[in-house]
């Protein structure tokens, strides 16, 4: 008998039937034997509803009464599912994130958990009940209700894995497992069998919507055996993450691709080319809680020097505001950007043993006539920033050129 955490994300649990749906599958983890604690996302759709309804109030809304407010959407579901598995003759017992209670940061729309009392949890699966809880949501010091970010469910998951030592953490999706790019929009995309935790951290981090980042960050760090399934599937192995690498394989160059519209590029034009110059600006920035990505200074004219660098998309208009504000104080001859913009990333463990991996993605890029605007690398992944018109293309080009298409 094991301890089995299983989440399910909003399609999956984005109608009465789809919740019934989810029971069954419950049901007959149950039936095999196995404790189960269940972490469900809000329905399909709820959460971006609460977030616009958020904005008819107030343009930037209250940070603490948006949680008050999105909380709500995983709060329905969990209550829903309760009573369907009920309805089957399987005990079951929700619980909201502030219930069990799953400890955050006081950072409202984007906490971190800090720790989960496994106290309900483990009482409830001694009496041989289902416990389902809450995603996306946990509870502060100071008793107010939080909420992880979006996608925040998966870390939900994980973190109750890891704070239970389930023996695995399932996340349930509308997709049969992690691919070498998003299928839906490479359907020539393949599903892999595993991927290892470097990899996956990777593409999480750059863009790939199929597991949040903070989940990927939480199963390497507790070690969390986590694996990503259809809920739609009857059966399906899904992509283990693996944290060992087969050193016998050899490994492709690029094992997957992700992309990220949630870009936006920032030019600093013509500031005198002196000491701490780069600090004044990109300082500022990060003191407004502004997260930069990739950063290029460039030689300007006659001692002075230009910098362009990437915020995300929803900070854009802070971002260009503030430096607007500094113009005089730092002598910026302009400040421009340009919102439409997105980054594509290759990702491969196999970039450590092979050369012009970039070189080759530059051209591939080049002969479909895609401008690059920036790039970045590291050990295992190279960006570029592009105009987002041709993000698909790009993704799709990529896919082609590192021979990732399945057969
Ligand atoms: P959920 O609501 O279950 O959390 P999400 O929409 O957050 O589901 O994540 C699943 C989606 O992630 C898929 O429908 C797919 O479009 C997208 N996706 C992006 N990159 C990948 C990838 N590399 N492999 C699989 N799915 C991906
Ligand atoms: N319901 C939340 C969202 O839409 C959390 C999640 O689905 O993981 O972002
Ligand atoms: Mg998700």
């Known amino acids: 008998m094991a301890l089995i955490v299983q989440k399910y994300g909003g399609t999956s649990v984005g109608s009465p039937e789809r919740i019934k749906n989810v029971a069954k599958r419950v049901a007959k983890t149950r039936a ?3 404790d189960v604690v269940v972490v469900v996302s809000a329905m399909s759709g709820e959460t971006n509803r609460l977030v616009a309804l958020a904005h008819e109030m107030q343009e930037i809304p209250d940070p603490r009464e948006l949680d008050v407010v999105l909380a709500t959407g995983e709060q329905v579901t969990i209550g829903l599912l309760a009573m369907a598995l009920k309805d089957i003759g399987v005990d079951a017992r929700s619980y909201t994130g502030w219930q069990v209670a799953v400890r955050t940061d006081n950072a409202h ?3 971190r958990i800090e720790n989960i009392d496994d106290a309900k949890m483990r009482a409830d699966l001694q009496d041989g009940r289902v416990v389902i809880v809450a995603g996306f949501q946990g509870v502060t010091a100071d008793g107010n209700v939080s909420t992880l970010g979006r996608g925040g469910s998966d870390t939900s998951a994980v973190a109750l894995a890891a704070a239970l030592k389930a023996d695995e953490c399932q996340i349930y999706t509308d997709v049969d497992g992690v ?5 839906r929009v490479v359907p020539e995309a393949r599903r892999m069998d595993t991927i290892t935790f470097d990899e996956m951290l990777e593409l999480a981090s750059l863009g790939s919507k199929v597991l949040q980042i903070r989940s990927v960050e939480f199963a390497g760090k ?4 986590l694996r990503v399934l259809s809920s739609l599937e009857e059966n399906g192995e899904g992509t283990l993450i693996t944290f060992e690498e087969d050193e016998n394989m050899e490994k492709a160059a690029v094992s997957g691709i992700a992309f990220d519209k949630n870009q936006a590029r920032v030019n600093v034009r013509g500031v005198p080319d002196k000491p701490g110059i780069a600090y004044q600006i990109l300082g500022a920035v990060a003191d407004a809680n502004i997260e930069v990505d990739m950063i290029i200074q460039s030689a300007g004219s006659e001692g002075t020097t230009d910098f362009s660098f990437t915020v995300p998309r929803n900070d854009y208009t802070q971002t260009i505001r503030l430096l607007e504000g500094l113009r005089d104080s ?3 001859i302009e400040i421009s950007g340009d919102d439409s913009v997105c980054k594509v990333s290759i990702v491969g463990l196999g970039m450590r043993s092979h050369v012009g991996i970039a070189a080759q993605m530059f051209r ?4 479909d006539n895609i401008n690059i605007q920036m790039i970045s690398t590291s050990e295992i992944k190279v960006s570029v920033l592009i105009d987002e018109k041709y993000m698909e293309l790009a993704t ?3 896919h082609k050129e590192f ?3 399945k057969a």
Do not use: C, E, F, M
Request: aromatic letters at 8%; a positive charge; hydrophobic letters at 40%.
């Open 330 to 332: 730092i002598g910026a």
């Open 396 to 398: 799709r080009v990529l």
């Open 32 to 34: 095999q034997g196995h």
């Open 364 to 367: 591939a890029l080049a002969a």
């Open 109 to 111: 729309n984007k906490a």
């Open 403 to 405: 021979g990732l298409d």
């Open 179 to 183: 691919y070498s790019t998003d299928p």
């Open 222 to 225: 507790y070690r969390v055996r």
